[in-house]
């Protein structure tokens, strides 16, 4: 007994050591291919990622859950950049934006964001959120609507829904989850299942060419990143149920972008309703379209922008 408890013991310690190693490297090697692309500004003591490009009105893209500022530069933020200034931000605890521990939901990112485009002079830009940064986008016209001059909700979660927090956000979300899977995950998770999950969210398109390497999925798979995108799911829907009843108050344009075909964030459980809730909103249904139009038809987002910036007499 004592020697098969020993043995277990080596078992475990050599994982653990091979898992610590594994996960540095990889941790290493993801960042060295994918470094930060723009500049840092400081919020609350912590450090804000932002790429900046073009000029004229100040737009903010919000990325999704997942995802990084190579999600809205991948397509989006060059058709954008022709004609405004372009300011993509890592999301808190993604990318290489610091983390807000503690509460770090859409309220609290819609407040740092806000500050750290003020900071980079954008006193009341047009804010452009998709899926989870549509959320936040949504948060910030609420809860700051002195300081943006239109919105553009795009696949965004605006309404509470059926079912329960996937089993995935669940156990990286527990404490326990946290600390034990979390490591082995980022160490040992397949690269081609990665990119298999990320192909899967363009559905009914085609992930476009070239994407699966733009995107960085190393950075989508470091700890911390893996820790927060968990954090943040695991508060949405109590977060969005809040929030719901301030979308009557909303005074800025309001552009809805959403797929008819998306099934991540279904068009009737949340575009519509949306719709006639805000009273400045102006729905785009997308017929066909899944849960990425900003790199699947990027230039009807583009086109929702202009819509907006028209709306709020930008140009």
Known sequence: MRATLLGLAAVIALGTVATGLRLSARVKAGEAAYPPEGRFVTVEGRRIHAVVSGEGPDVVLIHGSSGNTRDMTFRLAPILA?????IAFDRPGLGYSDRLQGKEGIEAQARVLQAAAAQLGAEKPIVL????????????AARHPASLSALVAVSSPSQRWEGDLPALYRLTSHPLGSALAVPLISAWVPPDYVAQQIRGVFGPQEMPPGYAEAIGAPLITRPESLRANAAQRATLKQEITALQPHYATITVPLEIV?????????????????????????????????HIPQNVAP????EAVDRAARRAGLN
């Open 258 to 290: 959403h797929g008819t075909a998306d099934t991540t964030v279904p068009f009737e459980i949340h575009a519509e309703p949306l719709a006639r809730q805000a009273p400045t909103a102006h729905l785009m249904a997308l017929p066909g379209i899944g």
């Open 129 to 140: 959120g998709q899926s989870y940064g549509g959320a936040v986008a949504l948060a910030w």
């Open 82 to 86: 022709r004609t405004y200034r372009v």
């Open 299 to 302: 230039e009807a987002v583009a």
